[in-house]
């Protein structure tokens, strides 16, 4: 800015102007209405000349207003907001924000699409959902009828979870596309994605469902085993137990139950996977990292090959490792297919833009996302970053 | 269509329309005035404390709140009056805090000379473009991006603040100069080392 003076500042702050997410924009609308609603006033300070006057409504404004206060700052219940919009078939009927304790009906015809961060909840027509809780590390839904889809993209893995809750099951899950479906006296729990843990309501054994399986949950533990939609089983191995009702969080401290990974006399790639996994879960990068440099360099199939590249990635980045955090993100879209390749793309993206600190990069591997995934779960936010980055020719269509 | 029609028979202006909606609690109204306005009130008031200050999302909602209350004439457009509701509410946050000594400390953190990271040099301009800003005072900082970088002019900026346009272009001369040499210095301190 050598020699430009004031005017250099002033194009500085035109070209880049500071801006609201997505999500502060919905936070602040719906803080808004419910101050609109509950008729809360602005304080008096600031809001003088020009403004007329505002007149504060004795005690109880005052603390409706430090509630509203306490609310915007994010000590509220809630630090993330659930956008949903329901329609019919090509119409769109009903769009806003839900709570804690929010429920959420579909007709016959209807289907409701709920978002949360970069994490999908599709509803199908004819059922019913509660939102539990919604927190910063957390989404819990309650199913009481119907099917719910789940699309869940932590933006840090490990960091965040979600639960569906029906009548017979908890799914539980920390990154994954799952669908559970809540029929009168059964749950059937299908995994596309990843790994959830499916914790029976009546204590029966938890059981971990792989990519490719499906599992139905019925009453006094008449579960019913099915075959696997894909090929990609992993064999029955040690889980990680915890007492029923007990959150798995990844970060959570162990439970004491904790069966401690033990190798299996020839583990296939997907068992060292699900190894890795629980080393991770444990702390315990140290272990995990080995088991996934194995998976890759051995034959093993592309998507396990590439959920392994992709934790490998995330291990690498938590420990500061940028440039093997990139390259193992490359490898995993290299390798992988559907929502594993592409989110390893949108990593490998926003890895350059935030930690290494390269924008044309960064740029690269946006448009390579929305290349190959134009509809993805982060189209979106790979759009914004392209305007964010300066690329204007992608930029139509951003949120 | 129907809504412009009210609106007219009503002998109000689209905008007066709308404000009176929301601040009757139709939350359509609401939604459609905190959309349409609030990257512009928010981008004013972040540039007035600092894109990183705690405050900047308080003073954002408590400019809607102030709004649906207000009284807007319809003399200027809805968005100008809305800025000017922000820029008061943005100086008395600057005000409180200086007088609180709270502002060299987020100087320095946004600022000059902090540790660099990587190479990027669009990044460390804006970083040295908003630290420069944060040296003025808040009066000189209001009246530079309401002028300089928003583009409004001096008589809305004087009603916006209810300041002289006198006082306004000597606010702005000073705040060109502090800035002139605080560039200056860093880029001595840049060529020394």
Redesign the interface.
């Known amino acids: ?10 194009q ?9 997410d997505e999500l ?2 919905a936070r ?2 719906r ?3 419910a ?3 509950a008729g ?4 008096t ?8 006057r ?2 504060l409504g004795g005690v109880a404004a005052l603390v409706a207003a430090a509630a ?2 306490a609310l ?2 994010g000590g509220a219940p809630t630090d993330r907001v659930a956008r949903f919009e329901l329609r019919e078939i090509d119409a769109t009927a009903q769009r806003g924000t839900l709570e804690p304790g929010s429920v959420l009906e579909t007709g016959e015809g209807e289907v409701a699409e709920v978002t949360v961060q970069e994490s999908r909840v599709r509803l199908s027509p004819g059922s019913r959902m509660r939102i539990a809780a919604l927190a910063e590390d957390r989404l819990e839904l309650e199913l009481d009828r119907g099917e719910v889809r789940v699309e869940f993209h932590p933006r840090e893995r490990g960091r965040e979870a979600l639960s569906v809750t029906t009548a017979q099951a908890r799914v539980e899950v920390v990154g994954t596309v799952f669908t559970v479906r809540a029929g009168d006296a059964r749950t059937e729990v299908s995994v596309r994605e990843g790994v959830v843990r499916v914790v029976p309501s009546d204590a029966g054994e938890p059981r971990q469902l792989h990519a490719g399986e499906r599992w139905t949950v019925a009453p006094r533990r008449a579960e019913v085993a099915e075959p696997a939609i894909e090929d990609e089983r992993v064999p029955e191995e040690p889980v990680a137990r915890a007492e029923p009702g007990e959150a798995d969080a990844p970060d959570a401290p162990v439970p004491s139950a904790t069966v401690v990974p033990t190798p299996t006399p020839a583990p296939t790639p997907a068992a060292r996977l699900a190894t890795a996994r629980r080393w991770i879960a444990a702390g315990r990068a140290d272990r995990a990292e080995p088991e996934l440099r194995a998976i890759l360099d051995a034959p093993a199939p592309r998507a396990v090959q590439a959920e392994a590249a992709t934790l490998l990635g995330d291990l690498a980045q938590r420990s500061g490792r940028l440039d093997a955090a990139a390259a193992a993100y490359a490898r995993a879209a290299e390798v992988g297919t559907g929502a594993v390749g592409h989110n390893a793309i949108y990593a490998l993206a926003r890895l350059q833009e935030r930690r ?4 044309a990069a960064a740029r690269a591997s946006y448009a390579r996302y929305l290349a190959e995934a134009p509809e993805g779960a982060l189209s979106g936010h790979a759009r914004e970053a392209l305007c964010r980055l300066g690329d204007a020719a992608r930029c139509e269509g951003a949120r | 269509m129907a809504e412009r029609l009210v609106a007219i028979e009503g002998g109000l202006s689209e905008e007066e329309a709308l404000l009176r909606d929301a601040a009757g609690g139709d939350e359509a109204a609401v939604r459609r005035l905190y959309q349409g306005h609030v990257d512009r009130v928010h981008r004013c008031v972040a540039r007035i404390l600092g894109p990183a200050d705690p405050d900047v999302d308080d003073v954002v909602q408590q400019t809607f709140l102030a709004a649906l209350e207000g009284r807007f004439d319809g003399r200027s457009k809805l968005s100008t009056w809305l800025v000017g509701i922000a820029t008061r509410r943005a100086l008395d946050a600057a005000r409180a805090r200086a007088r609180r000594h709270r502002w060299s400390k987020i100087t320095e953190w946004v600022g000059l000379g902090r540790p660099a990271g990587a190479p990027d040099a669009r990044h460390d301009a804006l970083s040295q473009a908003e630290a420069a800003l944060a040296q003025l005072s808040p009066e000189q900082r209001t009246v530079f991006v309401l002028h300089q970088v928003e583009g409004y002019t001096f008589k809305e900026i004087g009603e916006m603040t209810s300041t002289g346009i006198s006082t306004l272009h000597a606010r702005l001369k000073a705040a060109r100069r502090r800035l002139d040499e605080l560039l200056a210095e860093a880029d001595l301190e840049g060529d020394e080392r």
Not at chain 1, 12 to 20: G, H, I, S
Not at chain 1, 40 to 43: M, P
Not at chain 1, 356 to 359: A, C, K, Q, S
Request: net charge positive; glycine share 14%; proline share 6%.
């Open positions: 800015m050598s020699g430009r003076g004031s005017e250099a500042v002033a500085r702050l035109r070209e880049q102007p500071p801006t609201l502060a924009k602040g609308e803080t808004l209405l101050a609109v609603k809360e006033r602005a304080s300070e600031g809001a003088g000349r020009g403004v007329g505002i007149a509203l206060l915007w700052r290494l600190r390269d924008p």
